[in-house]
């Protein structure tokens, strides 16, 4: 399909602008300062725009399309209602600088935001600033340095332990936040190796990165060791909450033993993932933390509300304001429609994984044999050693079947790991039209394999070259391989 | 449940499958103590009507009716309805990261468009997909200047936004950087100090048009840089280009900023997204997700997440950024407003934010109020003594029912009688009356 830039025609425009009133001059800006080429930004009329991409929404596949099993990434329905909440004048027309007078349905808002994240975690304070899981993970880790700093013991605790079926964001926070890495095994039953914990833990330790449930979709068998292995180092523990979709109302981290917890708002409470965000990370701490959390923190004095900003330990901010407001109104929405059901979201999201993987485990190699929580993985090896079919194959072959293809080679322990996370949302006959499909997929392995590897066939592209893209590297349009498409009637 | 499908049939059917007699059961891994074993202490679930009256209820306690002057970093622009159409396209609206491009190509090939858009309007090689907002960007251009560069030194200039300034500040002793500050001048940034500050420096950031809205002269500050072997990253507003001079025209390595005038409404500070551009030369170093073109398997054009050696999921510890989740649906916002401004809208956009201050200006001076900085060139904001404390100022406004900026000294101990006024293209000539008079009164 064309880009915009190739239906752009000289002289088009797609919005008018409010001119100025008769009487005003335009002041000069300084020659120095001022444009010399204009921006080549397209010319189209509205409807154009619109059409545009409305086409490129066609080739796109949300979930409100359909089923979108994106191990670790909580693809749960975004109610509808939430965006139109979000649009509400009172919300979407306030500045972020006004007087907190004048914006105390907002701060009352973020408030008892801030409870059920309470509730949920078990913790005593949050920050609602950081932006997403990430930045929720690089702000942990500030907490845990301005903590050490205060009793004198920051140039001793120089390391992170993080398990090697993490996340990549744990790792880049570790180097982010300028302290060294040390990994720690998995063992035979998917928990941390804890005797190769011990050899790791010492007066070195700031602290552990934990995913728990983990990326396998387990729960941490070891917990309660491995708490009282950094505890008793003197050392912290941050909850990465990016599978806390699992536990909601059935196990709190704070009671687990963390310190620090982030809460993936656009994961566990449902954002619209807009093709990569917006997401919203807010962090909940242990009290021994609450004095370094980033300004301004709501503050309530009786049914008046305030951003406080006169807090002498803070480390500083990490984004600007008190964080992305529209991301807490649609959370907080969705909390709402829930209120103690939140727990039952947990249960069915367990129960629609667990039933997955009763259905599949036969026919795809099961690493860790155990009940999952809200998502598990498998192994395309066998198909992959008997056939030739790898997890790429399978993952490319669902889209014919007319589903999202599930997370693939994550975690990294896991070789040919499809990592399938299907959600509280799914209904059991989605579930088994999945199942369906992947066993079938596993007989098209075995009787037309080249079915598999040259899928897909029904999407609007075939298999794309990535290997490609990253040497012939092109990031932009480029115009100047084009001269006709810009500035010029086509044809002429 | 109305978000849930499940039956107490499909229940029992699915327990059975499973081998296990009970819900309760699935949970047997969590050791008993961990377990939580109270009701949530959260208030009853609320239907869909519920919901809309509670929310109602608390957005008519903000106060949006004020004729707004507000500025700082966040404006109130116009958001063409075709924005929110575009937005509301549930195949855009409910999709990830596209990890999986076959599935994904209106989004891919959007942020290409994206792309291509910022690098135009920068004048830059290379546009990341966006970052979380105007601050964070400003981080992340740190750590590509530090390893680019070797150097463990940020200057950052004091007229630049305050928050832009804190946040590199926090980031800063992780990236084992120094920050440095250069003072302005009368509103502005003098080239000779920017050029003795940055010595050693990894890079300089300053803002065009400056947190006074002030117009510096960049090329000389990044010049001035450039002279020092630091990188010049110019922080800019989208809205200001067709008007000002590409960053990349005068030299800069980088250009960063918030993008929420294009395309976002200001929604009590976000989300939005901050825009990140270089040159080709710092591509591999750039942190976030880009998009580059291909083809598939039958040879046709196609867009794929690429350079992905940078990031966290491959490199780890060693990745440029731990940044995931980003904020592409803002930034397709962005794209949908200038797709429809094109290079005409957006210089009259900016002409009509220039013409309207600037009648703000000679409106206020005629009514007897000092400007802050009375010499100096801006955009569509400057600074205005109010002959008093200027929050006592902006309370007196207020009950006239305009909310006449922001108070600087909020940022600037020497300014605390001044306000910051911002004036897009939805101020009216009438409003401008409405302003001068409610600070012109005592």
Known sequence: MELIYEKSQAGRRGIGVPQPPDGLDVPDVPAELRRKEPPRLPELAEPEVLRHFTQLSTRNFGIDTGFYPLGSCTM?????????????PGFAQLHPLMEDEAAQGALELEWELEQILLAVTGLDAVSLQPAAGSQGELTGLMLFRAYFAERGEDEQRTNIVIPD?????????????????????????????????????????????????STLGLFDENIEEIERIFHGAGALMYYDGANLNAVCG????????????????????????GGGGPG??????????????????????GDAFRLDYDRPKSIGKVRAFSGPFGVFVRSYAFMRSYGPGLKEMSEVAVLNANYMLARLKGTYDLPYERLCMHEFVLSARTLKREHGVSALDVAKRLMDYGFHPPTIYFPLVVPEALMIEPTESEAKETLDAFCDALLAIAREAAEEPDTVHSAPHSRPVKRLDEVKAAKDVVVKYRFEDHPQQVGAPKGA | MSYLSVTDADREAMLAAIGVSTVDELFRDIPGGMRFREELAVEPALSEAELQRHFEELAAKNVVDEVCFLGAGIYDHYVPAVVDAVLQRGELLTAYTPYQPEMSQGVLQAIFEYQTA????????????SGYDGTTVAADACFVAKHSTGRAKIVVTEATNPQVRQVVKTYAPGFGLEVVEVPHEGGATDPDRVREAAEDAAAVIFQQPNFFGVLEAAPDLAAAANDAGAMPIAHVDLVSLGLLEAPGAYGCAMAIGEGQSAGNAMSYGGPHYGFLAARSDYMRRLPGRIVGETVDAAGERGYVLTLQT??????????????????????????????????QGLRELGETCLALAQHAKTELQKAGLELAFPEKATFKEFAVRTGRNAREALAAARKQGVYAGYPLGRDYPGLDDALLVAVTEKRTVEEIAQLVEALSWS
Request: aromatic share 4%.
């Open chain 2, 310 to 343: 940078r990031e966290q999921h491959i490199r780890r510890e060693k990745a440029t950024s731990n940044i995931t989740t980003n904020q592409t649906l803002l930034a397709l916002a962005g794209l949908v407003h200038l797709s429809l401004l094109g290079p």
């Open chain 2, 118 to 129: 910022i690098c135009e309007l920068t004048g830059m090689d290379v546009s990341n997909a």
């Open chain 1, 165 to 213: 079926t993490a996340h990549g964001t744990n790792p880049a926070s570790v180097t982010m936040s300028g302290y060294k890495l040390t990994p720690v095994r998995t063992d035979a039953r998917g928990n941390i190796d804890v005797e190769d914990l011990r050899t790791k833990v010492d007066e070195h330790t700031a602290g552990l990165m934990l995913t728990n449930p």
């Open chain 1, 76 to 88: 749960k329905y975004n109610p509808r209602i939430n965006e139109r909440l979000v649009g509400l």
């Open chain 1, 280 to 301: 919203g990370g807010p962090i909940a701490v242990r009290e021994i933390l609450e004095p370094f959390l980033p300004v301004p923190v709501v503050a309530r004095e």
């Open chain 1, 250 to 273: 059935i196990s709190r981290p704070g009671d687990m033993g963390f310190d620090v917890v982030h809460i993936n708002l656009h994961k566990t409470f449902s954002q619209p993932h």
